[in-house]
């Protein structure tokens, strides 16, 4: 029957789809669209690149310079009445519940995306598919999967469909500038969620990225795990990365007596590390 699809999977087959399939997605936003593109905290491979761009215009609709430049506001003004989604202002059940609608609210406005929106993909894929029917990637899949698996396959597509409004808009846009703890006093609310960033591939550590937004690797403390670096460097392992920039970490050379050039601009440059080991102290 139609209503059954092509494929006779079973339940548990359907649910590690949908859930490899959210993981995807949640890799492409984290790797591609946060630490590639915002940050310029590494390079692609090319072809690494266009699968997470293909990928996430398929599974959320997404266009890149937008998602790009509505984050790198929310950095350029945090917590103030600029940011796009801050719960300080809005409020965490706004921002947990109207994130999507938050972020398609920001994407209209064409002065965000001239300003912060520069170094992005703007090739004949882009401009002709991709930015140009943002709407079609989805359609596409909700088609294949209810072909494939029927009504199950919708029943997937929903929870594909509230992967990013829910884990990323609601638990980091949301959660992450209100409730958790911080390593670091940075000049905003952003908190560590969770010490260990496996369900949304690190970005749990939010607060470690907004004291080092230009650092590949969210992970900064002994007892933390960055499961999105794992792959980072797994791609780096087979040459299709390139790490560009992480987060310094301080060490103390006991056989220095004196403060010299080198040890100030050390310093300078762990500000943050060498605060939060002296307040701990």
């Not at 266009?63 to 950095?75: D, F, P, Y």
């Not at 969770?194 to 969210?218: D, M, Q, R, T």
Request: with cysteine; aromatic share 12%; net charge neutral.
């Amino acid at each position: 029957m139609i209503l059954d699809g092509i494929l006779d999977l079973s339940g548990w087959q359907i649910v590690v789809w949908a859930l490899i399939s959210c993981h995807i997605t949640l890799l492409g936003v984290t790797i591609y669209l946060h630490r590639a593109m915002a940050h310029r905290a590494l390079d692609l491979h090319p072809a690494v690149s266009h699968f997470f761009r293909f990928w996430l215009w398929l599974t959320t609709g997404m266009v890149t310079v937008q998602w790009v430049a509505i984050h790198r506001k929310h950095h350029a003004h945090c917590e103030t009445d600029e940011d796009p989604h801050s719960p300080q202002v809005l409020g965490l059940r706004r921002v947990f519940f109207q994130g999507a609608e938050l972020y398609q609210d920001a994407a209209k406005r064409p002065e965000i995306m001239e300003k912060y929106g520069r170094g992005c993909p703007n090739d004949w894929l882009e401009r002709t598919v991709y930015s140009r029917f943002p709407w079609l990637g989805i359609s596409a899949l909700l088609v294949i999967e209810f072909a494939l698996m029927g009504m199950w396959g919708v029943s997937v597509f929903a929870v594909q469909m509230m992967c990013i409004p829910l884990l990323a808009a609601g638990v980091i846009n949301g959660v992450g500038h209100y409730w958790g703890y911080r390593n670091y006093e940075c000049n905003d609310a952003a908190t560590n969620v969770s010490p260990w960033g496996i369900v949304i591939v690190g970005e749990e550590l939010h607060n470690n990225h907004h004291a080092y937004p230009s650092s590949a690797k969210f992970a900064l403390r002994p007892w933390e795990f960055d499961l999105g670096w794992m792959y980072i460097r797994a791609l780096q392992a087979i040459g299709l990365a390139k790490v560009r920039r992480v987060a310094p970490a301080p060490t103390v050379d006991s056989a220095k007596s004196q403060i010299d050039i080198e040890t100030v601009k050390a310093l300078i440059s762990s500000r943050l590390h060498v605060m939060q080991d002296y307040a701990s102290n």
